[in-house]
């Protein structure tokens, strides 16, 4: 299997379990803290759509997410972000519905790039010290990170007295 097809099937993966992590919280669940936890559900569902910022990139597509910027980390931050107008918080189901609005948008930009692609040496900012700073290392570490949030959520899940998360399709 091609590094792109692994990458892929780790973007599918994460596509499932962000929504069967969030399924069945409320958003007033979602406000909440849990388990001495600082970031709530909310932020963290928000967090990795902005997240996905770094695979639309990567895949070469524009995306529009008007309070994104809720939910950024001030290392990984553009200038865009920062310079992006207030608007309100949106529910935990704004969140998921623009989440299932640009997934299959970044994938058929993810599909596209290509092998020798994958393999170019980039520079750009990055939250890890010494990792592979070619284009599929970052889309690694995207991967990665949208593993981890799962994971924070599924923390949630069980604090806030919900089953565990199901790994099939809803």
Not at 22 to 42: F, H, P
Request: aromatic letters at 8%; one cysteine or more; glycine letters at 8%.
């Amino acid at each position: 299997m091609s590094v792109k097809n692994i990458l892929l099937a780790q973007y599918d993966l994460h596509g499932v379990l962000y929504n069967n992590v969030i399924a069945g919280i409320s958003d007033e669940e979602s406000n909440q803290t849990v388990a001495g936890m600082k970031n709530t559900a909310k932020w963290i569902a928000g967090h990795m759509l902005w997240d996905q910022g770094i695979l639309a990139k990567i895949g070469g597509v524009k995306l529009d997410i008007p309070w994104a910027y809720h939910f950024m980390s001030k290392e990984g931050a553009t200038e865009d972000d920062l310079k992006a107008p207030k608007c309100e918080l949106p529910t935990l189901q704004m969140i998921r519905d623009k989440w299932q609005e640009i997934l299959p948008v970044i994938r058929n930009g993810l599909e596209g790039i290509s092998n020798d692609q994958l393999e170019q040496q980039i520079d750009t900012r990055h939250p890890m010290y010494k990792f592979d700073d070619t284009l599929a290392g970052l889309w690694a570490y995207a991967n990665h990170h949208h593993a981890y949030s799962i994971g924070q959520l599924s923390i949630f899940r069980r604090a806030l007295g919900k089953g565990a998360m199901r790994y099939a399709n809803a």
